[in-house]
């Protein structure tokens, strides 16, 4: 059975060195505690394929043995055990995958700011500058708030389900590589509110971060379609100067799939089709997913970190694997 919120939580602060290791306690993912060592792995089980998410939460020494304990585990179900893809591994366990057999490919990059020397001046943060000062002419304003309050749910509510109507009928909110709103980590994020003349008209949350660069994930953004250009931007200069003043040391802005694909950063263990279809959905493929949107959202932040992720699939690259990981995160 998947532990206890609050021991998983408790797992993930003693050993998560991920940005997004909080999305671990999505709902509906699976957590594999270890029995040797002290770690945890989040896994979408299937019959067929398992996903695991962010690599093995474990101590550096740990990490491996925790995944092939984790690997024995799916081992023991049957003579046709399911085969094993991990998203959004960071590039100090692309050598785990690697060495265990699997084909490792990056899948885009992930962001952070560092709080202590983030400024809004200079000519990097011109476009943010101009769009809060927009939205505050406008009339926006900036709260933070109990997500639990049921006036402001019954207002989260609304606002989700136009953002839903906003990117047309048949699509589909992600999952399990993205936030959500409630779940078991729930109470561990922080939520801050767009008003505009007393109405609420979008919202981010916020999750914590653990390991070498603590504190805050930019996590969950929806907005009604007519709120007023900067709305997000101030809502998310309004949070990190409120972690600033906290103490909190970094604003991680999250993974943008199919941004910043490079040579450079592709492991010798990379499947060359899966490469090359990558870069194809990077140069082509807005309709399947805005990646330079976000990636331009992330950029004008002047971030102090780009780093790369990866995708690593046990036995190769397959293509029912990598259907399997679409529908897992409800990408198709």
Known sequence: MPPPAARAADLLSAHADHPSAVLALNRNTGRYTGRQVSGLIAYRPGRRHVVQFGGPFAGPG??????DEFLAHLSA?????PLLTAAQVGRDDVALYAERGFSVNQIGCTYGIDLGRFTLGG????KVRQNVNRARREGVTVVETDPGDPGDRRELDAIDAAWLRAKGRHVKELAFLVGERGGPAGPLRRTFLARQHGRTVGYLTYSPVWGTRPGWLYDLTRRFPQAPVGTVELVNLTALTRFREEGARWL????TPFAGLADVHE???AGPLLTRALRLVAEHGRAVYPARTQEAFKLKWAPHTVEP???AFQGGVRPSAVWHLLRTTGAV
């Open 62 to 67: 740990d990490r491996g043995a925790l995944l």
């Open 77 to 81: 179900g049957g003579r046709r055990p």
């Open 123 to 126: 000519k990097a943060l011109a």
């Open 252 to 255: 991680h802005l999250g993974l």
């Open 267 to 269: 492991p010798a263990a």
């Open 309 to 311: 992720e990866y995708a």
